[in-house]
């Protein structure tokens, strides 16, 4: 494979999601079942709210403006299979 372009993004709105919010709900969501938590239920809920979908979206577009930045916790990779013959 021959890297074509290499990009990080989901900084800084992204990484502070992670680091805050998923990272511990994904934890937690590990050692507790959904049916019996009430946190989890809600946050389940929360996800199925457009309005509330099309404000995260906006927040998370943040990171456009730092696009610059070498630096977040995804990596977007395009690569081209190189023609052996």
Do not use: C
Not at 50 to 57: A, D, S
Not at 68 to 84: D, E, W
């Amino acid at each position: 494979m021959s890297i074509e372009t290499a990009h990080y993004w989901g900084f800084p709105v992204i990484l502070a999601y992670d680091t805050l919010f998923l990272l511990p709900m994904n934890k937690r969501r590990a050692r507790r079942n959904v049916d019996s938590d009430a946190a989890l239920q809600s946050v389940a809920r929360a996800g199925r709210s457009q309005m509330l979908i099309r404000i995260v979206r906006a927040v998370f577009a943040i990171d456009r403006l730092f696009r610059f930045i070498p630096f977040g916790p995804g990596l977007l990779l395009v690569a081209r299979k190189l023609h052996v013959e």
